[in-house]
């Protein structure tokens, strides 16, 4: 696929994986509703192709966006399968165009990106799809099919670069798709190949060749709207980050340093994935943790999705879409699947020591899922200057979010450090990410 491979040569290169069940199945209503929206199907709620209950008016698609912030801002959506310009782009979008087939969507589109002025484009191919339906991605019609449409992404990069302005206007260029396909045909499962997905991204300040591990298909409407102009507003909630915004965290300097499976014998024996040893200033307290278990989540363990997700499918871990990269899990039904001592999984993850600057408020957040399938608790607990840990939330039932906790600082307290306490009898699983305590402005 020579286009598209010059367009990671030239550009970003990110695969990620998508939810599965319960959230929802790897199927193309949800998939385009995420990359349309930039938040996960239990925000804009398409769980299927028949758009049931659509929550478009709290997370309309981002040329609706766009046109939001200036009418005058032309947008233009041309796809071949239907519901992308009927139902996925909203009416606000000044053209929606049904190309028919991928030859219709493509010339449609290449005549408008060539001899008109549109500010924002999005097309979509099918037929890629429509091969792996039919012969599964292992066969012959998928690689033909992956051919064609690498050829049509050129055709439409030609009618962009044939532009008589080109030369003074600047362009983004992203390219992505909705879901996998199984070698045998068809999708909408949990396994690595229907969930696996990529961005791959061209266009000023995308630094050439780069490669990332932490980039998701709802990071794209946000990295669209920057482009154009339009600030992302808190009050959207939207799961994704604009590229030029997103930063690793502590937790993704790990991934040079992962593990191969130890107990975990049903994944591929050189598949890299986890490890206890905790980033800078972070650590485990495993003293109350039996002997035995599971080796690989004997205690918080950092781990990407690719390895612990896979370690057992079907238990709701292909639910965690918000944690990026290396992030840390507390699984107690894992570690319980082997002999260990008496007593329960209690592990504590412990943060670093934050400086605080005088001001009152401080800002906790930190993305978590947390699954109950059996007795469990989750606390996270605050201690300033040393001293005693004060709780802040508790977690009993389920939660999947990006947490934003307000904490009163006592006065004069210098420093404070995190801690998250996980506890359970074969029951599920803690996922916490991106942790980070925002101090504002110290009074003058």
């Given at each position: 696929?020579?286009?598209?491979?010059?367009?990671?040569?030239?550009?970003?290169?990110?695969?990620?994986?998508?939810?599965?069940?319960?959230?929802?199945?790897?199927?193309?209503?949800?998939?385009?509703?995420?990359?349309?929206?930039?938040?996960?199907?239990?925000?804009?709620?398409?769980?299927?192709?028949?758009?049931?209950?659509?929550?478009?008016?709290?997370?309309?698609d981002y040329a609706t966006?766009?046109?939001?912030?200036?009418?005058?801002?032309?947008?233009?959506?041309?796809?071949?399968?239907?519901?992308?310009?009927?139902?996925?782009?909203?009416?606000?979008?000044?053209?929606?165009?049904?190309?028919?087939?991928?030859?219709?969507?493509?010339?449609?589109?290449?005549?408008?990106?060539?001899?008109?002025n549109p500010d924002s484009t999005f097309v979509h191919l099918d037929e890629v799809d429509g091969a792996g339906h039919s012969s599964g991605s292992a066969g012959d019609a998928y690689l033909k099919a992956l051919h064609t449409a690498d050829a049509q992404v050129g055709r439409l990069?030609?009618?962009?670069?044939?532009?008589?302005?080109?030369?003074?206007?600047?362009?983004?260029?992203?390219?992505?798709?909705?879901?996998?396909?199984?070698?045998?045909?068809?999708?909408?499962?949990?396994?690595p190949l229907?969930?696996?997905?990529?961005v791959i991204?061209?266009?000023?300040?995308?630094?050439?060749?780069?490669?990332?591990?932490?980039?998701?298909?709802?990071?794209?409407?946000?990295?669209?709207?920057?482009?154009?102009?339009?600030?992302?507003?808190?009050?959207?909630?939207?799961?994704g980050t604009g590229l030029a915004e997103l930063q690793p965290d502590a937790f993704d300097a790990l991934r040079g340093s992962l593990r191969t499976p130890v107990d975990e014998t049903g994944l591929p024996a050189g598949t890299k994935g986890w490890t206890h040893t905790a980033p800078e200033g972070w650590s485990i307290d495993n003293s109350k943790m039996p002997a035995g278990g599971v080796t690989?989540?004997?205690?918080?363990?950092?781990?990407?999705?690719?390895?612990?997700?896979?370690?057992?499918?079907?238990?709701?871990?292909?639910?965690?879409?918000?944690?990026?990269?290396?992030?840390?899990?507390a699984d107690s039904d894992e570690w319980d699947d082997k002999a260990h001592g008496a007593g329960q999984f209690d592990s504590t993850l412990v943060s670093p020591s934050y400086k605080l600057n005088g001001a009152a408020k401080a800002t906790l957040s930190y993305a978590t899922n947390y699954r109950v399938d059996g007795p469990q608790t989750g606390d996270v607990y605050v201690a300033y200057d040393g001293g005693v840990p004060q709780l802040v939330?508790?977690?009993?039932?389920?939660?999947?979010?990006?947490?934003?906790?307000?904490?009163?600082?006592?006065?004069?307290?210098?420093?404070?450090?995190?801690?998250?306490?996980?506890?359970?009898t074969n029951s599920a699983f803690w996922t916490v990410d991106q942790v980070a305590l925002g101090r504002p402005n110290p009074p003058s």
């Open positions: 696929m020579p286009h598209l491979k010059q367009l990671m040569a030239k550009g970003l290169t990110a695969r990620s994986n998508l939810y599965a069940s319960p959230m929802a199945p790897t199927v193309s209503g949800a998939g385009w509703s995420s990359v349309a929206t930039g938040v996960w199907p239990d925000k804009h709620n398409v769980k299927d192709n028949n758009f049931t209950a659509p929550n478009h008016a709290r997370y309309p966006r766009l046109e939001t912030a200036d009418p005058a801002t032309s947008t233009l959506v041309v796809g071949t399968w239907s519901p992308i310009p009927q139902i996925v782009f909203g009416a606000k979008t000044d053209l929606r165009i049904a190309g028919g087939d991928d030859e219709g969507t493509t010339a449609k589109a290449a005549d408008h990106l060539a001899h008109g990069l030609d009618a962009v670069t044939s532009r008589p302005t080109y030369a003074d206007e600047d362009w983004l260029v992203v390219v992505t798709a909705d879901h996998g396909h199984t070698p045998t045909g068809g999708h909408g499962g949990n396994t229907e969930r696996g997905t990529f991204a061209r266009g000023k300040g995308i630094v050439p060749g780069s490669v990332r591990d932490d980039v998701e298909i709802t990071d794209i409407a946000p990295t669209v709207l920057r482009h154009e102009g339009v600030a992302t507003d808190p009050a959207w909630n939207l799961d690989e989540w004997r205690g918080w363990a950092f781990a990407t999705d690719e390895f612990w997700t896979n370690a057992e499918r079907g238990q709701g871990r292909e639910t965690n879409v918000r944690a990026r990269d290396v992030f840390a899990v939330k508790s977690y009993r039932s389920d939660v999947n979010t990006v947490e934003r906790l307000e904490l009163d600082v006592p006065a004069g307290a210098k420093s404070a450090r995190l801690s998250f306490r996980y506890s359970g």
